[in-house]
């Protein structure tokens, strides 16, 4: 019998090294990223533990939040910036029946929970829908890297993505590591992101605020990779991006550019020297968090296997949670198009970018 129950004050203070004792671990079950979540306002961290007997066989992070009178747990919720999370276990120990049976009692007996989220590529599908779950298939691009072997991974890109590398080289853009100022880099990551959304019709689905959190988080665990490109003015910011290098995986968190400054592709210089940073880390694969035909230029392909795990205790919940997603997409799209008028006049509106903030 598999038993559940919430983290020990010891057991959080050594969070991180707990969930590490798992072979599905990512960064986005540590500390830090659940800090990070609590920071921007996402609800109330919950550590839980799933034990056989006296043994810890399994850990999930996730966040209640509270919605008028209904209470929500994610793991993640959409909207929050994270790729995954869900349950990291001992796959050779339990499996998706034992940790979601007392799993789905737990959250609605002790938290009063009404509406579950689990993001994962890690539980059975068969038995996800046995317990009420609906699955949302929720693609990523993804490419292998070799510590060791830059040379085979540049190879690995399109020849188009290589020329482009040399052509920023020859051309003197400049790359600079940020690690200093959280509150500048912050203010100039989203102003580009705000233009490039903006001029393809969409607003960014969060505040500059949350880019800020996530630099001082991320740093303050060692696992940030923040880095802008500058015309050879050495001023002139172009393109910015942010990363995290951690359990052998380096993770796409946002890039951009400024859209007048496209011609020198600032991009792929930004992510070949992001690649080799975490070449030298020991990073064994790239996950560039979402789709976009953008990142097939890095070696990168469809990664099929992550699916958004949705149970509402009520049915009437669930048909108003797709009603709500769709509301706010189209909400997003609206404010995007008056937003692009207001900034290049309806002559914009001819011009469309993709959502993908580094696309060309």
Known sequence: MIAIRAATAFEIAGWDELVRRFDNHRIVHTRAWIDWLRACGHGQPLHLVFEAGEQVVGCLPGLVRSL???RLFGS???GWQTPSMGPVFDRNRVTTRDLIAPLVAYLEQHHGVHHIEILSSHLDR???TAFGFRGEPVPTHRAPLFPGDASRVFRSFKESARRNVRR??????IARFEEEDAEAFAREHYSQLQE???RGGNTVPFGEQEVLEFFRHMKAAGRLVAIAVYLP???TCIATGLFTVAEKELLLWSWTHRTKHRWFRPTELLT????QR???AGCETFDFMGMGDFKTKFGAAPDLSKYCWVRSRYRWLRRARDFAEWGYRWQQTVRGHLARIAMFGFGGLSTHLPIDAAGE
Do not use: K, N, Y
């Open 68 to 70: 008028g009178p209904l």
């Open 168 to 173: 920023a080289e020859r051309l003197g853009l």
């Open 76 to 78: 993640p919720l959409p």
């Open 233 to 235: 003015d050495g001023c």
């Open 126 to 128: 068969e038995t996800m």
């Open 272 to 275: 070949w020297l992001v690649i």
């Open 278 to 280: 975490g070449l030298a």
């Open 196 to 198: 490039v959304f903006v």
